[in-house]
């Protein structure tokens, strides 16, 4: 396979996604379970995600907070800006990005 087929097929096995619908539809807690599951979260991420729901009073570890940059998205829990996150699988590279409800 020459060059350009290999840099073309690169570039073809990319999917973007971008997430659609109402306050509260669940958009970011899809989007931190798929980078979950996908293994695309880093221990400290992670550690952090835990800590803030256990101080919020969760018994749950909320991976919604995974898509959140903004302090005051954090401190509100909604999404005020697109918030786009990168993930691969062995087959396949995303590009997600987590859009408000509002």
């Known amino acids: ?9 690169e570039v073809g096995d990319l999917l973007r996604i ?3 619908g109402s306050v509260d539809d669940g ?26 729901s256990k101080e919020r009073g969760h018994d749950y570890v909320d991976l919604s ?8 998205e954090r ?4 999404t005020i800006d697109v918030a786009y996150r990168y993930f ?7 590009i997600i990005a987590d859009t408000p409800g509002h």
């Open 1 to 9: 396979m020459n060059q350009d087929a290999s840099h073309t097929r």
């Open 18 to 20: 971008a997430t659609a």
């Open 27 to 52: 958009k970011s807690t899809l989007i931190g379970r798929l980078l979950f599951d996908s293994k695309g979260v880093f221990e400290d991420q992670l550690a952090s995600v835990e800590r803030t």
């Open 65 to 72: 907070l995974l898509t959140d940059g903004l302090r005051s």
């Open 75 to 78: 401190e509100q829990g909604i």
């Open 88 to 94: 691969a699988t062995p087959k396949r590279k995303f």
